[in-house]
């Protein structure tokens, strides 16, 4: 087995009195789709810049394929960074822009051509190289950075939220694309963004950051399912969480545990909740139609609120719009609901 | 009433967009454009040498004159130093705009801007006889030379000539001094204001493809500053060409291109031959921004 592709080893950054990250320890395999998630301000960008080289920890170490390059300048780094604000030089031409790495590295001219070529086949730019960064739309301008950024076969590409500034439908196709390029080229992509939808989307796994720190490092699956503290099981997905003494009679235990609104299935008022399965009654408070599905909340009758969705198999938007103050019995699987840490 | 202005104006944004601009453009038409028609067309006018008078037909007579040794002496003289005086801006300018504009933060920063901008508030004529006296042979400069034992490193440099003289304030080397310091504001804030407009991105996106920070500098940095070094130079060029004051204090009694016009226009008389003159600047400065446009100056704009 081969040393890790990134190895975090207790990485601590502070600005002054801000701890920008407190202690991250991570490793990531090679050839992985690695997603750092978390809100802004949360570290996951400063992780980024320490492995670019932008920023040198406190303290700690970082690691390429176990070579400690902690010290070493962002220009002697076998890491390559596509820039949330994308960084095309404004001066060079897009081929220009793509060559720039190459350039440097002096390699000759017509190799130079026949990878930029390759690579603005790849990012389905071909014909682009004579144009100005500035005669480009913003997903253009997305794709020239991934092709200038992975143009030196770097062993790591690290994307700094690429997809941020574009357009919900321009963001999902470059999602699939962005997964699709990864596979091709084989690199390990350390992938940070704020939104978790993304992050699920595309990883192979991910680690969700607050506060400087790692909350968990999982799969999309199980970072989804099993949350493992109560900042994730809210920041991934949406989710109903129980404290105190609605945990207490719910679950029979006082710590925090959380039940996703799907694993909830609403049954007629006098309906039996099965063998494995916990339920409570309550009162339809209010409930959304969503064309795919319905969100209702649910006013429990010993207090409190559990959010519930249900897919619209056979109901329509006048049955969603008539269940406002139904009764109900809601029901589910003992194993659905989640212990939490604080 | 005014209601209805505003509403008149909203919907007709042409007629806005003309009350806002026929007023500057009309100046701009009539009074500027207008002075340099008048200026053309005297240029092409001459003085008969008998009566001395003006007279108004077109003729190249005038523009022959120019051709004359002395006024070619002229020329050159004033060009060689706005190119000298340019250059030593911008190589002056280009590490204080970049400090100013990449690392200064806070006070500093006011303090170096405070420093630039501080020069102008007083008027450049009294700026340029506070030089008279530093340079003078009594002056300061050169009694810290003698001071520290390298009077004799003053005097070669003085003994060389076309650039010595007298003493610094009767020297061309002291015309060039007294020039790159009351010009080099104008070279450092276009340079900083271009430096400023570079994103810190893009320097860490040129380390990050693999270029240390000194071919970041010369791929990156300087083709983007750029057409702040040409703005500069066009700002401290043109001042050299045009200026009468400073050569006419500092230096020799040697003619610069401005000191030339104000003779022939007044003592002279001569208004024909001072227009004439003063199209040649024009033409200088027309060449030396066509030049600028070939080498790539303004592609990042």
Redesign the interface.
Known sequence: MSAAAVRFVEVLRHYGDVRAVDGVSLEIADGEFFSMLGPSGSGKTTCLRML???ERPTAGRVELHGRDVTDL???ERD???V???Y?????LTVAENVA??LT??KVARPEIRRRVDEALDLVRLPGYGARKPGQLSGGQRQRVALA??QI?RPRVLVLDEPLGALDLKLRQQMQTELKGIQRQVGITFLFVTHDQEEALAMSDRLAVFNQGRIEQVGTPAEVYERPRTVFVAGFVGTTNLLLGALAERLTGTAGPAAIRPERIRMLAPDAVPGADEAGAAGLIREAVYLGMHTRYSVELDGGGELGVVAQNLDLDAADAASAHGRRVQLAWERSAVRPLVG | MRRRVATFLFRHPRWSLALLLGPPLLWLGIVYLGALGALLVQSFFHIDEFTGQVVKSFSLRTYAQLFSPANLDIFRRTTVMAFAVTIAAALVAFPLAYYMARYARGRVRSLLYLGVILPLWSSYIVRVYSWKLILAKEGILSWMFSAVGLGWVLESILSVPGVGGPSLSFSALGRFLVFLYIWLPYMILPIQAALERVPKSLLEASADLGAPPGKTFRKVTLPLALPGVIAGSIFTFSLTLGDFIIPGTIGDSSLFIGQAVLRHQGTAGNVPLAAAMTVVPMLIMAGYLTWARRLGAFDAL
């Open positions: 670019a080289g932008f300048p962002p220009y890491v390559n960074t820039f949330q604000d960084a095309l030089f404004p001066h720039y790495g440097i590295k200038r950024a030196n």
